[in-house]
């Protein structure tokens, strides 16, 4: 690609941004918690010592590893990071959204349908962490990611909305 790349001439590089906080899931109780990891130890074990395939045997562990996490996780609730930082950044007729944490694929996806701006990329990892974005799915499916996350399953939707608004404001700038 950087053998490919010709300059935009005269192209003003446009940015905004906006903090939005976001809401915190509600952790179960210790003990229940406690209860599903215990489960689960036995689920992971089984499937090891069963012989299933990796896979299986790697899906068991993970939850071991969701659920113990949400503990800590409900331990510490009151110093998770809830403020997120949303970036937009336009280039001719390009786009990068900055969001914090590790958004899933479907929540990049959702912007780049919203976005007015032709060529949108979406990148994490970007002005803080708030940990995994799931989306919808993800928490009704209860794995991995959706158990580590402190966030309320609302809050992918927030980061769309605030990336779908900044986005706009870009397209209809000019410098």
């Given at each position: 690609a950087a053998g490919r790349a010709e300059p935009i001439p005269d192209e003003p590089l446009l940015v905004a941004s906006r903090t939005v906080s976001l809401p915190t899931r509600s952790f179960p109780p210790r003990e229940e918690t406690t209860s599903r990891l215990e489960d689960a130890?036995?689920?992971?074990?089984?499937?090891?010592r069963s012989g299933a395939e990796p896979a299986?045997?790697?899906?068991?562990?993970?939850l071991?590893?969701?659920?113990?996490?949400?503990?800590?996780?409900?331990?510490r609730q009151d110093m998770l990071e809830t403020e997120a930082e949303v970036t937009a950044i336009r280039l001719g007729d390009a786009a990068i959204v900055a969001l914090p944490g590790e958004p899933f694929t479907s929540?990049?996806?959702?912007?780049?349908?919203?976005s007015p701006?032709?060529?949108?990329m979406?990148?994490?990892?970007?002005g803080g962490y708030i940990g995994y974005v799931p989306d919808r799915p993800a928490y009704e499916s209860?794995?991995?990611e959706a158990l580590v996350s402190w966030l309320e399953p609302t809050a992918a939707?927030?980061?769309?909305?605030v990336a779908a608004g900044l986005l706009p404001e870009l397209a209809g700038r000019s410098v």
């Open positions: 130890r036995r689920r992971a074990e089984e499937a090891a299986t045997v790697r899906v068991a562990e993970s071991v590893e969701g659920y113990t996490a949400e503990l800590l996780l409900g331990e929540v990049g996806r959702a912007i780049r349908e919203r701006i032709p060529h949108t979406v990148v994490g990892y970007a209860g794995g991995y939707d927030l980061l769309v909305d």
